[in-house]
């Protein structure tokens, strides 16, 4: 109260951002929030007061409470309180956007109380001469509350932007009477409230005016740090460079300074004009050095049967904190292995700061495999020899064929060669290798029928004579029906 002129106040804020709680590489790096905002100005009441209807020429401008009470009877009846601002600390060249009334109340008694803000018509009234009886006349309502039953320790607030502007272009004096909305209650539990006056200090009334910004722009941004060995006993707060660019960085080398390090940042706006320091700092950090320890993980190992496929088959490891770096060797390699057999597994931890082992055997197994066999249709007796074309899943290759009835055909090197007229089952086996088991013999059915009948071929000479002898029937049975027609 009663300052009137102030340094510009930026039209830009800033935050720095949160950094590591813990550090243990000397650097920070520190980045800041920063934007133009509309200006504010928190006003206190020049003078604020309670009047009593009860003691209607009573002054209590002294006192440390503003009671807001509506009653009929008793000794103080109905209360009210009036406070009054000086905007003339708003500088003059502002803008008024936005002005909200805020009232701190810490007792609360009775029922719910609505309430209504009005403006003083007058603002020639002093704290320590104001009355029941001489108070100002106020204007219609420029705002309503209602105030909770049961409810304290709270703030209420009031919007009087219009009251503000009103009084900003007029004497620059803005009253407020603050009254329960209908007064001279019946109700056995009067409602009484009571709010913080400027006289008790701490959540004294306030008066926030906002004002439009002049389109400023973030210039920069500036850092500073302050450094404490416990926590507690802080050194001085030390300046750091301005970044001109978003996201405004700057990197701090703390060498091996170890300890607690606080921060705060300071925008300054295309104006040329700086946002003031915070109250407490924005961000902080814990810097100590790297901690000697060792922590012995838990490691696991699973898929030690697995079944020859072809392919690397490694086993699966996992340990306990999860996704800790291991190595892992195979009978001392480093490669895992691809064909059946028994393996020596070791693994190691190599995450830094823990460690851990764990051994096991990888058994592969041989794979199963099987025969197939084409559809062998039946021949007859006197077809020449021919090969078989029986097939594994495994791609080797067939070991050997049987014939079960030689009589009927025999087999040598996968070719059949078929004897006699009959049936013969054809039997195939693979006998597996280093990878694969031996397959289940598999057999097939071939079945021999008797040779096609042919007729000998006739010698020329004997078809010349047949030709001739039909050629002489047909003339003598010409002869003949000539005779018995001429009869």
């Known amino acids: 109260p009663g300052v009137t002129s102030f340094p510009p106040e930026a039209d830009v804020t800033s935050t720095v951002a949160s950094v590591p709680a813990l550090t243990t590489n000397g650097q920070i790096t520190l980045t800041a929030n920063a934007a133009a905002v509309q200006p504010a100005t928190i006003l206190m009441p020049v003078a604020d007061a309670q009047v009593v209807s009860g003691y209607p020429d009573g002054n209590y401008g002294a006192k440390t409470y503003l009671y807001v009470q509506s009653a009929a009877s008793g000794s103080n009846m109905n209360e009210r309180a009036w406070l009054k601002f000086d905007l003339s600390s708003v ?19 009775g029922a719910e109380l609505s309430t209504e803000l009005r403006g003083g018509v007058s603002d020639n009234w002093t704290e320590t001469g104001l009355t029941w009886n001489t108070q100002p006349v106020f204007s219609d309502p420029i705002a309503t509350q209602t105030l909770t039953a049961g409810t304290y320790n709270v ?18 004096l803005a009253s407020f009477v603050l009254k329960a909305e209908t007064e001279n209650s019946t109700d056995t539990a009067s409602p009484s409230y009571a709010f913080d006056s400027k006289e008790y200090g701490g959540n004294a009334p306030t008066l926030e005016i906002t004002t439009a910004g002049a389109n400023a722009t973030v210039a920069g941004v500036g850092y500073e740090y302050r450094y404490s060995v416990d926590g507690t006993n802080w050194g001085a707060w030390t300046p750091g460079d301005e970044a001109a660019i978003a996201p405004y960085s700057q990197q701090i080398d703390l060498g091996t300074q170890y300890g607690y390090y606080e921060f705060y940042s300071i925008a300054t706006d295309s104006q040329g004009s700086s946002e003031s320091a915070p109250f407490v700092a924005e961000a902080s950090t814990h810097y100590v050095p790297q901690a000697p320890y060792n922590s012995v993980a838990i490691v696991q190992l699973s898929k030690l049967n697995q079944v020859y496929n072809g392919a690397a088959l490694p086993v699966v490891v996992t340990t306990t904190p999860p996704s800790l770096a291991t190595t892992v060797t195979y009978n001392s390699g480093n490669n895992a292995p691809v064909h059946p057999g028994n393996y020596t597994v070791d693994v190691s931890v190599t995450q830094p700061g823990f460690t851990g082992s764990t051994s096991g055997t990888l058994v592969i197994s041989k794979a199963a495999q099987t025969i197939q066999w084409p559809n062998i249709s039946p021949v007859a007796m006197g077809v020449a020899p021919f090969a078989l074309a029986a097939s594994t899943s495994s791609g080797l290759p067939i070991t050997s064929y049987v014939s079960g009835n030689a009589s009927v055909a025999t087999v040598a090197g996968g070719v059949v060669t078929v004897l006699g007229v009959g049936t013969t089952s054809i039997t195939a086996t693979q006998i597996g290798n280093g990878d694969y088991l031996s397959a289940t013999p598999a057999s097939v059915d071939l079945v021999v029928s008797p040779p096609t009948a042919q007729v000998p071929a006739m010698p020329i000479w004997a078809i010349v004579a047949l030709l001739g002898f039909i050629i002489l029937a047909g003339v003598r049975v010409l002869i003949r029906d000539a005779a018995n027609r001429t009869c």
């Open 155 to 172: 703030w209420y607030t009031f919007d009087v932007t219009s009251f503000v502007q009103s009084k900003w272009t007029a004497n620059k």
């Open 91 to 109: 500088p003059s060249n502002s803008t008024i956007t936005k002005a909200t009334l805020s009232l701190y109340n810490y007792s609360s008694a």
